[in-house]
């Protein structure tokens, strides 16, 4: 069984920075590819980054392109996401989701396990 656990969200105000985390147990997971996802109140969950196995292909939303970085540390099982300048778009309950093998995908559904989510919370 894999479990993810985010932290690191808060409340930050317009340009601002925060950066969240995400530690998955488990001794595969390098062989997950990951990806951080987001869901505004009334709002559709939507990916915002997506990151391969080996950290050597990312995807990003086109909202958050230049102002989020999406990382991994296979040696010990964590996904990062960056976050800088931050927007009051951006709020919203973010959750890390793991997906077997190699490759990401931009569907949610398509996503094995996912974290309990943190709040971003950012003020104008």
């Known amino acids: 069984q894999v479990q993810l656990v985010e932290s690191g969200g808060g409340l930050v105000q317009t340009g601002g920075s925060l950066r969240l985390s995400c530690a998955v147990s488990g001794r595969t997971f390098s062989s997950y590819a990951m990806g951080w996802f987001r869901q505004a109140p009334g709002k559709e969950r939507e990916i915002v980054a997506a990151?391969?196995?080996?950290?050597?292909?990312?995807y990003y939303i086109e909202s958050v392109k230049g102002r989020f970085t999406i990382s991994r540390d296979n040696a010990k099982n964590t996904v990062d996401l960056q976050m800088n300048s931050l927007k009051p778009e951006d709020t919203a309950v973010y959750y890390c989701?793991?997906?077997?093998?190699?490759?990401?995908?931009?569907?949610?559904?398509?996503?094995?396990?996912w974290g309990q989510g943190t709040q971003v919370t950012v003020s104008s």
């Open positions: 989701a793991a997906r077997r093998g190699i490759s990401y995908s931009i569907k949610g559904r398509e996503y094995d396990y």
């Open positions: 990151i391969s196995w080996s950290g050597g292909n990312t």
